[in-house]
Every structure is written in structure tokens, then in C-alpha cells.
């Protein structure tokens, strides 16, 4: 074990800054962290959402039986996942997106199929949350992990920003389109995996928006959502895998038009977006960016009002 990641409570934080410190750790700051400490090849981050503590370098394992379990959560987990977390470890697909809230590129849905081998396999192998994984090289190299591991079914679904743009049309919503493009990836995956009798997502706002789509495709597969979902190994494995598709496009279509296409819906994507538009014309902009965004009166408006990642009516994009 390589990596692990655990919740703590604000006074285990605070307990554990003390034991680093004890134990001779180089304490430094990071962003979005209380503290980041170094010993040796193993590194600790106590990250402020949560909070939530995470362990990474070859001894990952030694500090969670030794340091972590009996001095800061009291609690022996470590070696015992299967039976604290037996769904993690049973039969079913992972689904997870990558692309809703960026105004350049395109909606990725991913799926992937795991059973307690293989997840134990991903999980040995350093596979979580996308979003926990700040570099496109290691993105790369644990999707490739996650499509060599011997009877990991995955299916990804991308949806262009041209196409996007008609189907958000028609749709009307983000989450519609969402809801499509999932069940669309769990119907390639049923497809390949019949047997297996259960999908996992994040949950939508409108759990029944999603269970919709499912019966207008005739699967009868038990959908469970629910929030963090990319806790689990396959909506984890999914997240990694959609996430690759989308920085690969990303930064294909960066350097076939001349302009550095950031992520996100900030100020340097506004001025990224001026830019295409200067050196490709208006109409380039349907084919690297998703409309509907207010970004889009932010680049074309002489007097622009730039919001975040809502739906033109101010709508928050839900989850899922």
C-alpha cells in the first residue's frame, strides 16, 4: 500500500500535527491543506475539507498500523475492509463524470466494472478520486493501471462540445444530459456484464431523473446513489478514466488552435476564450466550449458579467 486517505475529526488533526512534530516530520504549508508533513519518502496532508488526512510513499502502511490506527482514530481498520465495507467489495459497476463544470470541452461519463479481486488490485495500486490527483501524468498512468487489470469491463462515454451544445438544447437541462449519458455508459457496461447486479453514481439532485433514463433504455439494474460516491474503488476507477478523456482532449484541441484552453469558468478562461475567438471567429467557439454557460456573454458581451458554473438562468449544476 502506497496511498491511503481517512477522515478525521479537527481535534485528531490537530493531535496528529503534535505526534509529526514528535516524530521528527518536516511540517510545511500546501494549498487547501492544514498542514502537509515529509519524512523520509513518506508524505502526510491533512486537507481542510473534511478534515481528511492523506498518506502517501512506501511506508504508507507501517504509519496507519503504527501511528494513525492506535494514536490518533483508535480504531483498527487496516486489513479489515471487506468486512467494514462489503459493497466496495461485491459485484457492480462505478459511474462517475469529468467536464461539468469546465467551460472548455467536453462532458465525459466513464463507467467500470469491479469485484472484491479487483478491487483489491485497484486499490493496492493507488486508484481514488480523480480530483485527489493534481497531475495529467499520474491521471495517465493509473488509467492505464485501471485498463490492464484483468477483468476490469470499463466503458467511457464523451460527448463534444458541438454535440453537447445540440443535446443541452434539446434536453433543456444539464441534468438530463447527465442522466442520458449515464445510462448510456451502464448500458454499454450490461452489455459486456450481464451478470453484474448493481450500478453506483453520485447522487443527482433528482435521484428520479437518472432512474428515468435507465427504464427508457429497458435496464432493470439496481441503481444506488448516493453522495461521495467516488469513495468507492469503481466510481473511483471511473472518475480516473473520465478524467483522462477529458485533459487528453483538452490538451489536444490547445495545441491544434493555438491557445491554452484552462479549466474551470474563471477570469483566464474568459480571456482564453477571447482569444480563439480572435484568431478562429464566433462560430469556433461552439466547437471548444459549452454554450449554456454564462462564461459565454462573459467572451462575447461588451460588457461582460461573468458568473460561475450555473446554467443560464442561475441555476446551480447538481450533482451527479
Sequence with gaps: MTTHTAPLTFAQAEKLRSILERDGYELMPKPYALFSARKGKLNVTVYEKGPKVLIQGKDTEDFIRFTLEPEITGEARLGYEEILDPDRFSPHFGIDESGKGDFFGPLVIAGAYTDATIARRLIEAGIMDSKRVTSPARIRKLAAIIRETPGCT???????????????????????????????????????????????????????????????????????????????????????????????????????????????????????????????????????????????????????????????DGTKIASG
Excluded at 193 to 213: G, H, N, T
Excluded at 235 to 255: G, Q, Y
Excluded at 273 to 279: D, F, P, Y
Design 154 to 312: 470499463t466503458e467511457v462515454v464523451s460527448i463534444g462540445p458541438e454535440r453537447y451544445n445540440e443535446m443541452h438544447a434539446s434536453f433543456g437541462n444539464l441534468n438530463r444530459l447527465l442522466a442520458w449519458g449515464h445510462a448510456r455508459v451502464i448500458e454499454k457496461l450490461v452489455a459486456s456484464r450481464p451478470d453484474c447486479p448493481r450500478a453506483l453514481s453520485d447522487q443527482f439532485a433528482r435521484p428520479e431523473v437518472l432512474q428515468r433514463a435507465l427504464r427508457e433504455k429497458g435496464l432493470t439494474i439496481t441503481l444506488e446513489q448516493r453522495t461521495k460516491g467516488e469513495s468507492d474503488t469503481a466510481v473511483a476507477a471511473a472518475s480516473i478514466l473520465a478524467r483522462e478523456r477529458f485533459i487528453d482532449w483538452i490538451d489536444k484541441t490547445s495545441a491544434a488552435g493555438g491557445v491554452k484552453l484552462p479549466l474551470g469558468a474563471s477570469d483566464s478562461v474568459v480571456q482564453a476564450a477571447k482569444e480563439a475567438v480572435a484568431l478562429h471567429g464566433k462560430e469556433a467557439l461552439s466547437k471548444i466550449a459549452k454554450l449554456h454557460f454564462r462564461t459565454t456573454s462573459a467572451v462575447l458581451s461588451p460588457n461582460p458579467s461573468l458568473s460561475d458554473d450555473s446554467e443560464p
